[in-house]
């Protein structure tokens, strides 16, 4: 067995009370090219089902599951941030799926423009999900701020497409 790589990027997604969330999202993270990644599930639920369902994907190495006794969005990803090893984290939520590039897009764009320190993405809602509940697209109307932020009344992104 050789040295472990050390991942180039992080993909941290919180998790409460969702399993069937959880796997399909934890999924098509796993389906991204390459394998110099790592996708950190931090659960916050309230009983084992998400971990069941996630087992699956236990012999996966580029796979970390996180229990956390700690609740809320925000402490989930704090909890993520800390164990991660990459230094490009990227967020989405359990109800996202994102595409097979979308770890290696946000690492080209890392590495294209270093100076950048906060990126969103376009999230976009299946048309057979629309009217379903609630559920935020974003599309970013600026391609970048530098030394200057967005006004009040503009979207600045989505936590399910951040990095």
């Known amino acids: 067995?050789?040295?472990?790589?050390?991942p180039r990027i992080s993909a941290v997604?919180?998790?409460?009370?969702?399993?069937?969330?959880a796997v399909l999202c934890a999924g098509s993270i796993l389906s991204n090219t390459g394998d110099?990644?790592?996708?950190l599930i931090v659960d916050q639920s309230d009983d084992?089902?998400?971990?069941?369902?996630?087992a699956v994907y236990a012999g996966d190495r580029r796979f970390r599951y996180i229990r956390s006794s700690s609740r809320g969005l925000s402490a989930a990803r704090n909890v993520g941030v800390e164990q991660s090893t990459a230094p490009i984290i990227a967020f989405t939520d359990d109800d996202c799926r994102v595409s097979t590039d979308w770890?290696?897009?946000?690492?080209?764009?890392?590495?294209?423009?270093?100076e950048a320190a906060l990126v969103f993405g376009k999230v976009s809602i299946p048309d057979?999900?629309?009217?379903?509940?609630?559920?935020?697209?974003?599309?970013?109307?600026?391609?970048?701020?530098y030394h200057e932020l967005p006004a009040v009344h503009v979207a600045?992104?989505?936590?399910?497409?951040l990095r």
């Open 156 to 161: 600045w992104g989505l936590g399910a497409n």
């Open 36 to 39: 110099v990644f790592e996708l």
């Open 128 to 145: 057979e999900l629309k009217g379903r509940g609630f559920a935020a697209e974003f599309e970013p109307g600026q391609r970048a701020y």
């Open 103 to 114: 770890l290696q897009q946000i690492t080209t764009l890392f590495e294209q423009e270093p």
């Open 13 to 21: 997604v919180p998790t409460r009370n969702r399993p069937d969330h």
């Open 1 to 6: 067995m050789g040295m472990p790589i050390t």
């Open 48 to 54: 084992e089902a998400t971990e069941r369902a996630l």
